[in-house]
């Protein structure tokens, strides 16, 4: 087991390509960067499954179903307040 990253962007919507059964662990901001930390096992060569999720800004509006909750992260000091779900599958 190991534990990978990758940048994700600010947007409503997009796509992560990581292995199949990856577990996602929390998102934070590195070097001023918003990251995803998974948990893969490496053990498994699982193929690399897109994962869709969606980055919400505190006061904006959401849809019915956001998604599954991940986590909330800051960026400049605090001034801007993001938070992180994972959509399912079905969600375009």
């Known amino acids: 087991m ?3 990253k990758w940048p994700i962007q600010i947007t409503d919507r997009q796509t992560v390509m990581m292995p199949a059964g990856a577990q996602v662990l929390t998102v934070q901001t590195q070097g001023g960067q918003p990251q995803l930390w998974a948990l893969v096992d490496e053990m498994q060569d699982a193929p690399k499954t897109p994962r869709k ?11 019915e179903n956001p998604g599954r909750y991940i986590t909330t992260f800051q960026q400049y000091g605090g001034d801007l307040v993001w938070h992180v779900f994972e959509l399912h599958q079905s969600s375009t």
Request: aromatic content about 22%; cysteine-free.
């Open 53 to 63: 999720f969606a980055v919400y800004g505190t006061g904006n509006s959401l849809p």
């Open 2 to 4: 190991r534990i990978w």
